[in-house]
């Protein structure tokens, strides 16, 4: 269902509102003929891909007080949105690095329904309206640093991150995310046993993440999607 849109500097519809199965929002780019999340529900899949198999995980295996995540493809801002209200009932702290080279525009960001589904409106204001390449404290134990720059770009520490959410766009649309020099500059960004996981299930990420010295699991993936991976760093 179409509920509004954003033009390109051509004037031509390039970005979509569009209303998921559990009636939650996701964006669909026409240029790209991809949506940002899942059909068959975006909270749904969010939750069940990067908190119930990534920060649930990785929380449940690391007695740390503190965990740092690495996200790739901020977009819409969910998967921040939905880790910081899980850690509202969490003594755990995190530092949320999220990267993001193309941000999406403010009326697109305003009319998601997302803050309004889980009562978080300051939450979710407070993710976008954070400055770029700067520390904001969102709440007690919710750090954010957004990054505007290409994956590719970006210097990362080394062995610093505890959670990967890989959630840039397919394989199929943006390719280069998904080689192998990319996903070895993450790796190298990983602490020893720190955990990656993704929506994505192809043969090809598997192997590259097996290449690369992670143990790979492929997991029962969200409604509508077999598969998802999650791989650890040893």
């Known amino acids: ?3 509004c849109s ?3 500097t ?5 970005i979509k509102i569009i209303s998921t199965a559990d009636g939650s929002h996701s ?3 026409e240029d790209l003929n991809e949506t940002y999340h899942s059909i068959h529900g975006a909270i749904q899949e969010s939750r069940h891909v990067f908190i119930t198999n990534g920060l649930e995980y990785v929380l449940h295996k690391n007695a740390s007080q503190h965990i740092s995540i690495l996200e790739v493809g901020l977009g819409t801002g969910l998967n921040a949105l939905l880790t910081l209200q899980y850690l509202m009932e969490s003594p755990r702290n995190v530092s949320y690095t999220a990267v993001e080279s193309s941000p999406l525009k403010e009326e697109l960001l305003s009319a ?7 009562g ?7 993710i976008h309206r954070a400055k770029w390449g700067s520390n904001q404290l969102l709440n007690k134990n919710f750090n954010l640093i957004k990054l505007k720059c290409r994956l590719q770009d970006l210097e990362l520490s080394l062995s610093f991150f505890d959670l990967i959410y890989y959630d840039a766009f397919a394989p199929s649309k943006q390719a280069e995310l998904w080689e192998l020099p990319v996903l070895e500059k993450i790796g190298d960004a990983m602490k020893p046993g720190g955990v990656f996981v993704t929506y994505c299930a192809t043969g090809q990420l598997k192997r590259n993440l097996k290449t690369l010295g992670f143990t790979v699991e492929t997991l029962a993936g969200p409604p ?5 991976v999650r791989g650890t760093k040893y």
């Open 112 to 118: 998601l329904n997302y803050s309004t589904l889980l």
């Open 1 to 3: 269902m179409f509920l």
């Open 10 to 14: 051509n004037g031509l519809v390039a």
């Open 6 to 8: 954003c033009v390109n």
């Open 224 to 228: 509508g999607k077999k598969e998802m």
């Open 27 to 29: 964006l669909f780019d």
């Open 120 to 126: 978080l409106e300051d939450a979710y204001e407070g």
